[in-house]
């Protein structure tokens, strides 16, 4: 009885121990989820992704009187876009380019890419201006993509930033390809002042018509061509001009044309968009450098000569 009673105890004594020498299962972890890819217009939205400058009405040039922004398409150029980037830095001058992106790729394009990355050090604005030039009206999707998508792709990753703006070469763009902007978030940038500086051929016509434009029609946005050099040549005296009317008019005690950023001219639904701080800055500080730059300039302050009837090309 006692061996029997003996047995019981032990065995009951390993039935416990084992049952405590054995760990709760554990539950195997679900597979991590593979990150999802990204659809290729979800990867160019954030490309086109700028708060700033994208998803506004179309630039016409005509938002605001009072104010001029400069503009240059079809670069960069290493041969004549470093001189206009001088001048404009010269007369504190903010401007804008829209960047042809075939000429910043490949090997052929490291010069052009230098002069891209100083125009952005140097606090200009970059949009696009499509892959190759080519006319847009009347575009296939296949080929607004190959113009479009493919130039904000790569101007975007080349400036390392979002790329809002897109200006269509020629002007020439249907509604076809602007639904396909509005789609992508790009802002249509058009001008109001088109200097045909492309066709041009004497320089000293080419300034005095330029200047006389801005003063007529009391600023808007400027279309030249940074890739011409007949326009390096002049541009720095069609700042001067602009600068030497500006204090004709403060001796005057009348509004100058004040040479701003291209954000002036963004609507919302025809409505102004808010002014980022540090363009503001710029602009009041243009305004308040003014008098000095009058004070060390060449007297008297001769305009008038310049805006005299001229023959148009």
Excluded at 78 to 87: E, G, Q, R, Y
Aim: with cysteine.
């Amino acid at each position: 009885m006692f061996a029997r009673s003996l047995v019981i105890v032990v065995l009951l004594a390993a039935t416990a121990s084992a049952e405590k020498s054995e760990k709760p299962a554990v539950p195997a972890e679900p597979p991590a989820d593979k990150p999802k890819k990204k659809s290729p217009d979800a990867e160019l939205l954030e490309l086109t992704a700028d708060p700033l400058l994208g998803k506004a009405d179309r630039i016409s040039g005509e938002e605001v009187r009072g104010m001029v922004a400069f503009t240059f398409d079809d670069g960069p150029n290493p041969s004549t876009t470093p001189a206009v980037i001088d001048a404009l830095v010269k007369y504190n001058v903010p401007a804008t380019f829209f960047i042809v992106t075939r000429k910043i790729v490949g090997k052929q394009g490291e010069a052009a890419r230098e002069i891209l990355k100083r125009q952005l050090e140097s606090g200009f604005l970059v949009g696009s201006h499509s892959v190759t030039h080519s006319k847009l009206s009347g575009a296939s999707p296949a080929k607004l993509a190959a113009e479009i998508d493919e130039s904000v792709k790569t101007l975007a990753k080349t400036a390392e930033r979002p790329i809002g703006m897109f200006r269509a070469p020629f002007g020439a763009i249907d509604g076809r390809g602007r639904a396909w902007l509005k789609k992508r978030g790009l802002t249509e940038a058009f001008w109001s002042i088109d200097t045909r500086d492309w066709q041009a051929k004497d320089a000293a016509h080419l300034r005095k018509k330029i200047f006389k434009m801005i003063v007529t029609q009391h600023g808007g946005v400027v279309l030249m061509h940074d890739v011409k050099a007949i326009t390096a040549e002049i541009v720095g005296n069609v700042l001067d001009d602009l600068e030497a009317e500006n204090c004709r008019r403060l001796d005057v005690q009348s509004d100058p044309i004040v040479p701003v950023s291209i954000h002036y001219f963004l609507r919302d639904k025809r409505k102004l968009r808010d002014i980022p701080d540090d363009v503001k800055k710029t602009t009041e500080a243009y305004r308040l450098a003014l008098p000095a730059r009058c004070a060390a300039r060449p007297q008297p302050i001769i305009v008038p000569e310049l805006l005299k009837p001229i023959v148009w090309e």
